[in-house]
């Protein structure tokens, strides 16, 4: 017995022992563990608890300025109010309903509504103007927060709406430069931290710490304000004494790209976005229709809609005829007033006919007969791979959003009849800056350039600068072909249909169309000219495009007198500038 009794006794030890050995045991694993948590995680469980005591608003980075060729801010900030509630924090809600319900011209009931919600922070409202901001503040109410903000400002109201572009609540850009360059442009946001104790109360001896905003980048862009200004004059006094639905002006470095102005009247205000031209706003009108009319209003015509080009594009027509060597300028032709392509008669435009000339003097008459006869011998084989060598076919890259693609016939597509009408710019559809790039590489060498605005992105202090480079295509004609082109077209202007471009003392080339358009005898018609200076070595390319005009419709008559105008104004202007060495650019970008 006494044996046994041992046994149970040292048993009942050795269980006690493994007992105590195991809560010790655990117990410096939780002793560990509190060390570990105290001393190497301490920063983080405070960070951890300093969170739930703390409230953040956000202040909005101020967005980087757009600024033009000759350092005018085009778009700007103005500084904004952001108007908000924290419920724990308000100790007299009826005041507080009646101050902010008066100063913002809300009503009562919208809010109360924020005042009595239980939420960590309420927004009543934003983009309040800073007067009120500070009215609201002088107040000093206990749970009402006025914080500073900024909203995007252009001070010259509709002056490039449709290439500006403008931005949204969030300051995130929505259309043209203000989205493409968003990323740039945009900046990071900054918060304002709170501490509060249990009950949301804020803690004042701790105040607020604050992680400020950092700006966003200026975006320096080639456009010139001014040359901006005058052709939107133009393009204004153009439509309304045509009664035309639209009149674009586009102006262009054709060496290296950069646009000096783009116009597409009727413009819209840029700081009233979203308010509709008077006659558009009608009683009962739908959110879809209201949305249609806001996107018809911010659309650039420039880039996002296609045409029949006409006769502006019997350059490309010439161009890729005497690259292939099917004609020479010596060539004669007969113009009866017609050519029969199949058993469809094609009309000259003079009915007469021209009678005998050659390929210079089809080029001054804008003889369709003529450039017909060199279509076809072209061949519908040539004349595509042309389309595609002078990048017809793709989009010319230009940094603004939504731009279209050529419309054109399927290769296999392509009979006589379509290649006859292509060859003086009908039966398919390009954009105006897909014809003003185009035009610009066949007189300029030979280069095909990338449209663009943008030169560099710098930063608010100036020390980081991003500059942008743009693609160039090299030997898209022979210099030689580019020299005669320049030659031809400049002999439109001084002795053909573009005579009303004409200015003494300055060398001029360009071409001018008249395109009917669809369907085909609607009355309705498109007249532009595209012209460019100096003939010989051209620094400056202009294209005024007006959508149907109203009594005379030629381009010769109509839309070269516009740009004749722009010329006699902006040539002088920019000899003065010296444009060329302004920029500091060269053909690959800025």
């Known amino acids: 017995m006494r044996g046994s009794d041992n046994i149970h006794k040292t048993y009942h030890r050795n269980k006690t022992v493994t007992v105590m050995f195991i809560c010790v045991a655990a117990f410096m694993v939780l002793i560990g563990r509190l060390v570990y948590l105290m001393v190497f995680q301490s920063e983080y469980y405070i960070e951890k608890a300093k969170e739930l005591h703390e409230r953040e608003r956000t202040i909005k980075a101020a967005r980087g300025r757009i600024i033009d060729a000759n350092g ?88 490039a709406s449709k290439v500006l572009g403008f931005t949204g609540g969030d300051n995130q850009g929505i259309i043209g430069l203000e989205v493409i360059y968003d990323e740039y442009l945009q900046g990071e946001a900054g918060r304002i931290l709170t501490v509060t104790d249990a009950k949301g109360v804020e803690v004042s001896e701790d105040g607020e710490e604050r992680i400020e905003p950092i700006s966003g980048r200026d975006l320096y862009i080639s456009l010139d304000m001014n040359i901006q200004s005058y052709a939107t004059q133009l393009a204004v006094q153009t439509m309304e004494t045509k009664q035309a639905k639209s009149v674009s002006i586009i102006v262009m470095n054709p060496q290296n790209g950069e646009l000096m102005a783009m116009v597409n009247v ?85 009915i007469a006919g021209h009678g005998a000339e050659n390929f210079v003097q089809a080029t001054m008459n804008s003889c369709n007969p003529v450039f017909v006869t060199v279509g076809l011998r072209l061949g519908v084989d040539s004349f595509y ?26 290769k296999e597509n392509i009979g006589q009849v379509e290649l006859a009408t292509i060859s003086f710019g009908q039966s398919f559809q390009i954009t105006p800056i897909q014809l003003a790039v185009t035009v610009a590489s066949l007189v300029n060498g030979g280069r095909r350039v990338t449209p663009h605005f943008g030169l560099r ?40 249909g573009g005579k009303n471009a ?54 010769g008559q109509i839309a070269a007198p516009v740009v004749k105008q722009l010329f006699e104004n902006i040539l002088p202007y920019l000899e003065k500038m010296d444009y060329n060495n302004r920029s500091g650019s060269d053909g690959s970008g800025s």
């Open 72 to 159: 005018e801010i085009l778009a700007d900030n103005k500084t904004v109010c952001t108007i908000s509630v924290i419920h724990n924090q308000i100790e007299d809600p009826e005041t507080v309903i009646k101050v902010l319900s008066e100063e913002l011209g809300l009503s009562e009931e919208y809010v109360r509504g924020r005042v009595e919600k239980y939420s960590s922070i309420e927004k009543i409202k934003s983009n309040v103007d800073k007067s009120v901001g500070d009215a609201i503040r002088s107040y000093e109410l206990p749970g009402v927060k006025v914080d500073e903000d900024y909203k995007r400002y252009y001070p010259y109201d509709s002056l």
């Open 266 to 350: 009727p413009e819209f205000d840029l700081n009233n976005p979203y308010t509709l031209p008077d006659e558009a706003e009608e009683a009962g009108l739908s959110q879809e229709k209201r949305q249609e009319l806001l996107n018809a209003m911010w659309r650039n015509g420039c880039i996002n809609d296609t045409y029949e080009p006409g006769s502006t594009f019997k350059t490309v027509t010439a161009a890729a005829a005497l690259e292939e060597g099917v004609v020479t300028v010596d060539d004669t032709f007969s113009c009866p007033g017609y050519v029969m392509v199949g058993d469809r008669r094609i009309r000259c435009h003079k």
């Open 502 to 555: 004409y200015i003494e003392g300055y060398r001029i080339g360009g071409k001018t169309a008249t395109s009917q358009t669809l369907p085909r005898g609607s009355g309705k018609y498109i007249a532009s000219f595209i012209g460019f200076s100096p003939a010989d070595e051209p620094s400056v390319l202009a294209v005024c495009i007006i959508t149907h005009p109203q009594g005379t419709y030629y381009g």
């Open 385 to 410: 791979k042309y389309f595609q060598r002078f990048g017809l076919l793709d989009k010319t890259g230009i940094d603004l959003p939504g731009e279209a693609k050529t419309i054109m016939h399927q």
């Open 457 to 496: 992105a710098v930063s608010a202090d100036g020390t980081d600068i991003q500059s942008f480079t743009w693609q160039v295509e090299e030997n898209i004609v022979s210099e030689e072909t580019s020299a005669t082109m320049r030659y031809m077209l400049e002999q439109v202007v001084e002795n053909g």
